[in-house]
């Protein structure tokens, strides 16, 4: 393009295009689907949107921009949420990740627990307040890792040949099994490309991905993971009643809302107005549904427990459901024990869908079980319990492989599998294979210079 008018729109083009390389995004086509962008891509491609504004004095809110992002991508972020604010703009981003509260002027730390259990402010100040503040966030910010002292021995191999899905170049790759091997790199270099295209079709493989459940807004955690069958039977049972009457969805619904606890009026041109029914007052069951009781609670009582609380309920006593504490347990596993069982599922994140969805595949018969970043969503302290989770699906003999950024979870595998050296065209390519301990002490790779970093020493 040539022509002196043309030279203010070529530096605003170099601009922007320079700001899909600096956040890491250098990977993505011109052309490629907005709807096929991950969250964590959509969300730093709205940012380098901003970025090019002239707008100053405006409030800015991002929602977990680390998400999918590998160490070396988040530094890159954080250069831009600091350009953001020297532009004159305030900036505020709900994050987990240390390396971006690091950066943060003012930290508001939220709890002290989660759900109910939270809601509290438990701290407001600098980033020293809160490592002296005694808060959950506060005493884990400086977490550091350390290397296993010794790792399991693989009981086979997953072998992948010649994998050429997206950006991946002919990659040749044997996957240990009966382990915990971890899948690494920068964003865009092709980890889930290898794992979804290579090792998830096949059977035997209990793949675990944020992607969307299904069901409507009528949908919960109950009845999702099967919990409010043997909920219902109890009920039923304890009341010489049919189950069909516990279910909002059935003969039990509330008949002016038809269970659904609200009540949506379409204005045309305007957006749908819900409003909560005024006869179930929200409770989605009718009258005499709601007489009915099982362990001193009703039905819509039962349903509005966190999953901590209804586990002990149906674990001891008159109230005691084995099916139903079995499954409440391992929601409480994957770290899930503050969402209520009757939750819309609309209002779950996109880590929360990914860990109930795993709370589920628990009991499935797959010998190889394939997460997509199970961190993501969750609070430094969680990641300990998540850990734990992992480390009894191998022990009880099942093949688990991580696609994660989390170097605490690197720190904890048996292998590692790092991807890269770059995204993109520049990545897809195996550059390492081998132990955490390898990994750290060879820092040949982005992957290992950052879990060295991480690592105790």
């Given at each position: ?7 203010p ?125 005694g ?11 350390r ?30 099994l ?7 790199g ?72 038809n ?34 009781t ?27 459901v ?29 880590g ?14 797959g010998?190889?079980y ?47 599998i ?7 065209h ?32």
């Amino acid at each position: 393009v040539e022509g002196s008018g043309a030279a203010p729109l070529l530096d605003a083009l170099r601009d922007t295009l320079d700001s899909f390389v600096d956040i890491g995004l250098g990977y993505l086509s011109l052309d490629r689907p907005s709807g096929t962008l991950s969250g964590g891509e959509a969300q730093r491609t709205k940012m380098i949107r901003h970025l090019g504004s002239s707008l100053t004095d405006v409030t800015y809110v991002f929602d977990e921009p680390s998400i999918g992002l590998h160490p070396h991508d988040i530094e890159r972020m954080n250069a831009l949420l600091l350009r953001l604010r020297d532009k004159g703009n305030t900036v505020l981003v709900v994050e987990h990740k240390p390396e971006t509260i690091a950066i943060a002027d003012h930290v508001v730390d939220l709890g002290p627990g989660a759900g109910g259990a939270g809601g509290e402010i438990c701290f407001s100040g600098d980033l020293d307040g809160l490592r002296a503040s005694g808060t959950i966030t506060g005493r884990h910010l400086d977490d550091r890792a350390r290397l296993k002292e010794s790792i399991r021995t693989p009981s086979g191999t997953f072998e992948v040949r010649g994998a050429s899905t997206n950006n991946l170049d002919s990659v040749d790759v044997d996957i240990p099994l009966g382990v915990l091997c971890v899948i690494t790199g920068v964003a865009g270099s092709g980890k889930s490309s290898l794992v979804h295209g290579s090792v998830s079709p096949h059977d035997d493989v209990v793949t675990v991905d944020q992607g969307a459940i299904k069901g409507s807004r009528r949908s919960n955690p109950a009845t999702y993971t099967g919990l409010l069958e043997p909920i219902r039977k109890a009920f039923a049972k304890a009341n010489g009643v049919k189950p069909a009457l516990f279910s909002a969805n059935s003969e039990g619904a509330c008949p002016t809302c038809n269970g659904a606890g609200m009540i949506y009026t379409d204005l045309g041109v305007m957006a749908t107005v819900a409003t909560v029914c005024g006869d179930c007052e929200g409770k989605r069951f009718g009258a005499e549904v709601l007489g009915y009781t099982f362990g001193g609670r009703n039905i819509a009582e039962v349903l509005d427990m966190a999953v901590t609380d209804a586990r002990d309920f149906f674990s001891v006593g008159d109230a005691k459901v084995a099916a139903a504490a079995k499954l409440l347990e391992r929601l409480d596993d994957v770290g899930l024990g503050y969402i209520r069982l009757g939750q819309p599922l609309t209002t779950l994140s996109g880590g929360e869908r990914q860990r109930l969805k795993l709370a589920v595949s628990m009991a499935d018969a797959g010998g190889i079980y394939v997460l997509d970043e199970p961190t993501t969503g969750l609070h430094l302290a969680d990641v300990e319990q998540l850990l734990a989770l992992l480390d009894r699906l191998v022990d009880s003999g099942k093949s688990v492989i991580v696609i994660e950024h989390h170097q605490a979870v690197m720190a904890h595998a048996d292998w590692i599998i790092d991807i890269g050296p770059g995204a993109g065209h520049d990545g897809g390519r195996v550059v390492f294979e081998g132990t955490p301990a390898e990994l750290v002490a060879s820092a040949a790779t982005l992957t290992g210079e950052h879990l060295a970093r991480y690592v105790a020493p």
